[in-house]
Structures are given as C-alpha cells and as structure tokens.
C-alpha cells in the first residue's frame, strides 16, 4: 500500500517525526518506508490520498478488564478494595453466562476498534468458557490481542473464587487451544494480584509460564491499603514486587504490572533487572484516589513504562483520553516534587504507541519493518477553522479528540473494518 497524508509518529521518547504531506509505503504486514518525496520505484502505483489528514501510529493499550467495560465511570467514591467487592466482582461473576459473555465482549471489541486501541492485553474473567469466547472473538476482530483468563482462589467472592487445581488445569487447557487454533491472540498469565491468589497457584503459573514460554500480568503497588494487605499476607517476603518473583511470576521482558506507584528502590531495581514493563494507569489512580505513580521518576531511572486505560478503574477505554491525564496528572506531581520534570503530550504520545507496542515486538512507530497500525486523524468542524501543523492537530486530537474524528484504521498492514457489525 501507499499512503499519502501528514505522517506523524513518535519513534523515540520525547522525539516527534512530522512529515507534512508525505508518503508512507507498506510491504504485507509492515511499513516499508516514510518519505518526503515518493520514490520513482513506486511511481505506477495505487495511492491511498488522506488530503490533509494525521496518519498516527494506533495506540496499544497493555492494560484493561473486558469484562469492566461496562462499569466505566461507575463508583468512584470508592478506593480500590471497597470498588472491587461493590461493583467489580459482581459484574464478573456474571460472566458464568456464556451468552451475556458474548455480548459483551462483541461490544468490547468493537469499542476497542473504534477509540483506535488495535493491540491490547486484556483481563477476562476466571470462566474458562468466556474467556476462550473472548480469544476466539479476539482473533476474529483482526485486532492484535493477549487475553488473561484470571486466577483468583483465595479473599475472592464465591462465585469467583476458583479451586486451586481447576485454576491451573482450566488456564493450562486454555494455552494448550490457543496455540492449536488461534494466530493472532494469544493467552496471557493473568493471576489478578497477589491478595487473590495463594502461594501454590503462584507457583504452579510460574510453572506454566516456564513451560510454555507466557507473558504475565498483574497488579502492582496501586494504593497503600493493598501494599500493607501484601505484607501481611507474606511477612517473610521483603516486598509486594519479590512477591511476584518468588513464584516465577516477573519473566524477562514478558511482563506487564499496572500501576506501580508505591516501589522502594530494591523493587525498582528488580523491575528493571527483570525487564518488566510497568503500565501507568492515570485516570484510573486519580478515580479510586490510588495516588500519583510517579512517572518521570521510573523514566528517569530506565524503569520501561507505557500508558493505559485500566478500564473500569479508568473511565474511558479512549487512550488518547489517558495520555492526556498523563500530562495533567504529571503536572501536578511535579508542584509537590518539582525537581521532576511533568511528562511532556509528546512523550506521553510515546509511551501510548511506541512503548506500549514494544511489548509486542517491532509495533509503535513507523520505522522500516515495524508493523503497520494506524490511524488516519481528522479535525472536527471547530478545529478545522483554524490552520494549525499536523503536530498541533495531534495534540488537539489528544486532548479533545474521540472515535469521530478516526476516519480509518490499520491493523498487522490492512485496513480495517468494525469487527461486528451492528445488526
Ligand atoms: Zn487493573
């Protein structure tokens, strides 16, 4: 493909490229080039002309519940504990419902599309059943996806506290099927935090993710009640982090921990050792007052983060929603601790698309041989009033912007459609 409009990406932290009417061409499912001029060797061919339209690398949300998709903007005088017993655990446990399930995770999908999220790693909930229904929705979506079954057998409801054993067999069952029957989604371990999973299911996932080389998630150090929940749950254990490590649970460079915010400087060495991406999750830790994950600080210390929804904690799924609470909620850290600089929209940008997508691989940017994930970015009528450089749209766009203003969508090189269409 060839596409002709105004070419913006981040490939580095900090660094926007901008190529006002430029040309982007693809080979299958990668970028090829990004050029000021098209070269002559593709002068024959096709062009797809976005006019004066952004084409934006799609953002990557590493971080969300599927299931919490319908609890956005539910409960927020609550803090996490209080917020999970009231509104989330009731809304899982309906998941036991394998048509409700799919219901659900259609209209999931289809959101996720249409707010420009086309890589993701989401929990689902612990019903084998729903969450394979999700896999295999995932991968008919075209979207790129890690989809968690979630472990929980301990300080757990009922209706959602598994037995040990069934936990590990239903997950391993889930591995063993994805792999015989799916390309493009692919499992995640997902034990939710450790307050909800016991030793012997820690380690028996440690064991899975040995065997079958899986990428983990998890929360991590998201509000002081659960941190000192933690230490009493594991008081020979010197921290929530050695926790996860104790059991396996912090594979090299394949695991994702939301949140983040409460580290001593032992746990962020060992975040960094281990290669740990961690996701800051902004709106989310301003809604449940979870505090402010001090960002620039992690940067600053090589600690690999990235930006995301945390959907339902986070009240949209919009990602462009999230890096602008990035900024904002940086800004505000920095009055009470200004020897850190706030995290610029450019950088916040990068942590969405480049540093989310480098847990998939080559995917973020549009360098040579990266995956091809884009949107095409247009102004609304107001914006449009005025001229402004393509990065002044994208900041726009960031701020204010939502599903109007994407008037296309590439995933792994192709365009694509909504998922499912509504009948
Ligand atoms: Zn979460």
């Not at 982007?24 to 499912?29: A, D, F, P, Q, R």
């Not at 936990?167 to 015989?180: F, G, V, Y």
């Not at 995301?308 to 904002?328: C, E, H, I, K, W």
Request: glycine fraction near 8%.
């Amino acid at each position: 493909m060839i596409l002709h409009g105004n070419i913006v990406h981040a490939p580095v932290l900090g660094e926007l490229e901008v190529r006002t009417q430029g040309w982007l061409v693809t080979e299958g499912e990668q970028v090829a080039g990004v050029y000021d001029t098209l070269p002559p060797q593709y002068a024959d061919q096709p062009v797809t002309d976005w006019g004066d339209a952004l084409i934006i690398p799609a953002f990557c949300d590493l971080h969300l519940h599927a299931p919490q998709i319908l609890n956005r903007g539910i409960g927020y005088d609550k803090e996490l504990l209080p917020w999970l017993e009231t509104y989330t655990f009731p809304t899982e446990a309906r998941f036991g419902d394998c048509a409700f399930a799919e219901r659900v995770w259609k209209a999931f999908l289809n959101h996720l599309w249409a707010v420009g999220t086309l890589r993701f790693s989401a929990f689902a909930t612990v019903h084998k059943e729903a969450a394979w229904r999700l896999m295999e929705l995932s991968e008919q979506s075209g979207l790129r996806g890690l989809v968690g079954k979630v472990n929980m057998d301990r300080n757990a409801p009922d209706a959602l506290r598994e037995d040990t054993d069934a936990s590990l067999a239903d997950t391993e069952e889930l591995i063993c099927r994805s792999r015989e029957e799916l390309r493009r989604t692919g499992l995640i371990l997902t034990p939710r935090f450790v307050p909800s999973t016991t030793e012997r299911l820690m380690e028996g996932l440690g064991r899975l993710g040995e065997r079958y080389h899986l990428p983990v998630q998890s929360h991590l150090a998201e509000n002081p009640s659960e941190v000192a929940w933690v230490a009493s749950l594991h008081p020979d254990i010197p921290s929530y982090t050695e926790v996860y490590d104790r059991f396996g649970l912090l594979r090299q460079n394949q695991t994702i921990m939301a949140h983040a915010s409460y580290l001593s400087e032992a746990e962020k060495c060992l975040l960094q050792e281990r290669g740990v991406t961690l996701a800051h999750c902004a709106l989310s830790n301003t809604n449940l007052s979870s505090g402010i994950m001090p960002l620039r600080h992690h940067l600053e210390q090589g600690l690999r983060c990235c930006v995301a929804s945390d959907v339902a904690g986070g009240n949209t799924a919009a990602v462009a929603a999230s890096v602008a609470a990035t900024v904002q909620t940086s800004t505000l850290h920095t009055l009470r601790h200004p020897e850190h600089a706030p995290v610029s929209w450019v950088e916040a940008f990068w942590l969405a698309t480049r540093g989310a997508g480098q847990f998939f691989g080559d995917v973020g940017a549009f360098l040579p041989g990266y995956a091809f994930d884009a949107l095409v970015i247009r102004p609304d009528r107001l914006d449009a009033l005025m001229e402004r450089t393509p990065a002044e749209r994208l900041e726009q766009f960031l701020y204010h912007g939502d599903d109007r203003n994407i008037a296309a969508r590439y995933c792994g090189g192709t365009f694509l459609p909504m998922p499912f269409p509504l009948t």
